[in-house]
């Protein structure tokens, strides 16, 4: 066999590999998809941002203004600075209100999301009629505010309600749950934590349905039983969603309003005033807008800073 020298060929040995093949030139196809991908989001996120501008960041940016003005609707606003501000820390009503509305919010979401959980664990069992109880709990939330507390006014009629008959069959006296000081808050608790069980139901229940089954199986081939499963494997694996669920109910709880304006208007003594209701009060009752908007500025600040301590002391909760 005749063996060929390649050295005495100058360039013989770099012509004898095989050249790399040239890699396709996608950059250019890449960078106008994503061109394409980011007018679309733009276009897409451009009803919500409107939105956003009209009716979230214009009217905030006009409350900040107008808190340094005294402002009755019917003259021209007058400058005062800081005052409106150094009136409201000695408020005896603000004081009140902003007590009632967080410990509304220390009741509703612990107790609110505890049940729903419950239920959610519930429902993703395989039991009968599975879709009707979905179902069944979701609607209060489909159902307006204000419907629901006027259903809940009759309920909780001192003389012909549902809930005082029905105490009654066991000889308990009637109560006026929503002329009493003592029951009044309470019974705005309960209407609270009943129509928000439906929507963290579900945010539960779609996170429930994402836990591996394999762990869960893993787990129970260990020994484990329903809590320990429950504890190490289920409760780390819904994180996220606990996260979601506690941050959006503070929110909302705190905002708290339509409850209070159709049930109670802020009575008995003051005994269900709000910070939302006292703001309306402020506003358009007893026309003192400069100073409602300084109300609604520290109402904003509050709830900022409330969602941000709790978004850290669950973060750092699930990362011990």
């Known amino acids: 066999m005749t063996r060929i020298d390649t050295g005495a060929v100058p360039g013989a040995a770099q012509r004898s590999r095989p050249s790399p093949a040239r890699a396709p030139r996608y950059g250019t196809v890449s960078r106008a998809l994503t061109r394409g991908q980011r007018r679309a989001g733009w276009l897409l996120l451009t009803p919500a941002l409107a939105h956003m501008s009209l009716f979230v ?3 905030m940016l006009m409350a900040l203004g107008f808190s340094f003005f005294r402002y009755d609707f019917l ?4 400058w005062v600075g800081l ?3 150094r009136t409201l820390l000695d408020d ?3 004081h009140t209100a902003l007590w009632n509305t967080t ?5 509703v979401v612990p107790v609110g999301m ?3 959980l419950l239920i959610a664990l519930g429902l993703d069992q395989k039991i009968k009629a599975r879709g009707f109880f979905r179902t069944a709990y979701y609607l209060p939330h489909m159902t307006a505010t204000v419907a629901i507390a006027v259903v809940w006014l009759w309920l909780l009629d001192p003389n012909l309600g549902a809930l005082n008959n029905f105490l009654a069959l066991f000889g308990i006296a009637r109560t006026n749950w929503l002329g009493s000081t003592d029951w009044a808050l309470p019974a705005i608790m309960i209407l609270g934590i009943w129509q928000g069980l439906g929507t963290k139901m579900v945010i539960y229940l779609a996170a429930l349905q994402t836990v591996p089954r394999e762990l869960k199986e893993a787990a129970q081939l260990d020994g484990a039983n329903r809590w320990q499963v429950f504890r190490a494997v289920t409760w780390p694996s819904i994180a996220s969603a606990n996260l979601f669920v506690l941050v959006t109910s503070v929110i909302f709880s705190f905002q708290v309003f339509e409850q209070v304006y159709v049930m109670t208007r802020g009575g008995p003594i003051n005994s269900t005033l709000v910070l939302t209701y006292d703001i309306y009060l402020n ?5 003192k807008f400069g100073y409602a908007c ?6 904003v600040l509050i709830i900022g800073v409330v969602t941000a301590a709790v978004m850290r002391l669950a973060r750092g909760a699930r990362d011990d």
């Open 92 to 94: 005896d009503r603000f």
């Open 83 to 85: 005052d409106n501000y």
């Open 294 to 299: 300084a109300e609604t500025v520290v109402f």
């Open 57 to 59: 960041a214009v009217p």
């Open 103 to 107: 410990l509304y919010t220390v009741v």
């Open 114 to 116: 505890a049940l729903a």
């Open 75 to 78: 003259q021209a606003p007058e």
């Open 283 to 287: 506003a358009f009752t007893r026309l």
